[in-house]
């Protein structure tokens, strides 16, 4: 699970963002100073951080500099009310992978945390190949899986449907979730797709590797056994 690390000193806004981004499946921790925010910045924890620029303790662009100056390459979305050019330009210059202006709307956020994550993914393993859990294996290149089963083609969907399982292998994965990341985030949340696509899965990989968990979601495991249907 992605851990970001968000640093607001507005009880309300961190408050709405930690909220937003816990139910999207991230972990989450909020600080209010930008001590304490370079220091937790630092400890190698944290795959993101939301970062307002008018903390106190430590200014945002301060803690930004000298985390750039560690060459930490931690990805940084600022967040801030102070929208004018030369704000931007100080923030872009000063390290920060993105900017986005208060107030805004979470999705819009959540969209840009995404995509900055999905960057700082492949830029730690560009040569990453295949995906291997237990019995399954999914190459990233000819988007085809492999299982006791045998070897099939996957759809776009199915591909990032697989994708997701196998990146959280055991891990209880809810249809929002899944909608939200494979689908995004306009697609209409009332919608059976998600089960669609698991049926579609399932015949491809087996049925015992996608266990179906009650009022919460999924759960991917590499080990087909009497445990998992």
Not at 23 to 40: F, I, Q, S
Not at 155 to 174: D, H, I, K, M, W
Not at 183 to 210: A, Q
Request: charged share 30%.
């Amino acid at each position: 699970m992605p851990r970001i690390l968000v640093a607001e000193d507005e009880t309300r806004i961190a408050s709405f963002v930690e909220k937003g981004l816990k139910a999207a499946g991230y972990g989450v921790e909020t600080v209010a100073d930008g001590v304490d925010a370079l220091t937790l910045a630092r400890s190698g924890e944290f795959d993101l951080l939301l970062l307002d620029l008018g903390l106190p303790g430590l200014d945002g662009l301060e803690v930004l500099r000298r985390l750039r100056a560690d060459a930490d390459a931690l990805p940084v979305i600022i967040l801030t009310a102070r929208d004018s050019a030369s704000d931007t330009v100080a923030g872009f210059e000063g390290g920060a992978n993105d900017y986005v202006a208060k107030p805004f709307r979470f999705d819009e956020l959540l969209a840009r945390v995404r995509v900055r994550l999905q960057d700082a993914r492949h830029q730690a393993a560009p040569a990453e190949q295949t995906l291997a859990c237990g019995r399954v294996t999914l190459d990233l290149r000819t988007r085809r899986i492999t299982s006791e089963a045998g070897t099939f083609d996957l759809s776009a969907r199915e591909y990032g449907l697989a994708e997701e399982f196998l990146r959280n292998p055991e891990q209880v994965l809810s249809r929002e979730q899944l909608l939200s990341r494979v689908w995004g985030l306009d697609f209409d949340p009332g919608s059976n797709v998600v089960d669609v696509y698991v049926r579609y899965l399932r015949k491809k990989i087996g049925p015992d590797h996608l266990k179906t968990v009650r009022g919460m979601g999924y759960r991917f495991t590499g080990e087909a056994g009497p445990t998992s249907r």
